[in-house]
């Protein structure tokens, strides 16, 4: 991961780069780790679509797969501008585009909100603009929508979750809450990274604070 010396200023629509027309490279077609699932579907139907950012998105994505109801996940660029990015691109800031990890799940086996809660619960929702050692705008907190639905739960969880947080002297929430443009698989080799490189880099895992909603 690409790590930032000055503070990250979220590019304008004008400033981005212009980006392209198409892939400009291949992209799997099939889940490294979940049998006979497709990264860019078709999925089941009654299945939903959830997208998260939380930093890095290799640590993410392991996050979501191995949850159960879970039936894909990918890592991609979503949240910008610049169409169809690479990921030297996005690591410039110029897309306005977050590292970001699709969720398609079935909402008969798991909740919308239990997938917030590991996703309040799996990083540090309270810094604007990085995740640890990672800075920059395309590490930035953020949940983008595919329903009405999902933004009143998205924003319900980040309330009730906020209290949490200042009952134990934590400071504000700055996870951006925004409807899904356009999503943009990543690259090959960082789809189900940790899977294929077990030793990974990987900064995510429990914050010390639980999430107490999702359970039903």
């Given amino acids: 991961m690409v790590f930032w010396r000055t503070n990250p200023t979220m ?23 979940l049998t006979g699932a497709t990264l860019d579907g078709p999925w089941p139907e009654g299945s939903e679509v959830a997208v998260f950012g939380m930093g890095c ?16 996940t990918s890592a991609g660029y979503a949240g910008g501008y610049t169409p169809h990015p690479t990921y030297e691109e996005t690591c410039t ?8 990890v699709r969720v398609t799940f079935d909402p008969a086996q798991i909740s919308y909100e239990q997938l917030l809660k590991a996703f309040f619960e799996n990083h540090d929702p309270t810094t604007k603009w990085r995740q640890g050692n990672d800075i920059g705008t395309q590490y930035r907190s953020l949940i983008l929508t595919t329903s009405s639905e999902q933004a009143a ?33 990543a690259e090959d080799y960082h789809q189900q990274y940790l899977h294929k490189n077990p030793n990974g880099y990987c900064n995510h895992g429990f914050n010390g604070v639980a999430c107490p909603v999702g359970l039903g």
Avoid: C, M, N
């Fill in 57 to 72: 998105f290799w640590g993410v994505e392991r996050i979501f797969w191995q949850l159960p109801g879970v039936l894909s």
């Fill in 11 to 33: 590019v304008t629509k004008d400033d981005a780069l212009p980006g392209r027309d198409s892939y400009p490279y291949d992209v799997p077609s099939q889940h490294a780790v």
């Fill in 153 to 185: 739960a998205a924003e319900r969880v980040r309330d009730t979750y906020q209290r949490e947080l200042t009952e134990r002297g934590y400071g504000e929430i700055s996870t951006e809450i925004a409807p899904l443009g356009e999503y943009y698989l």
């Fill in 93 to 100: 800031g110029r897309t306005g585009h977050a590292e970001v």
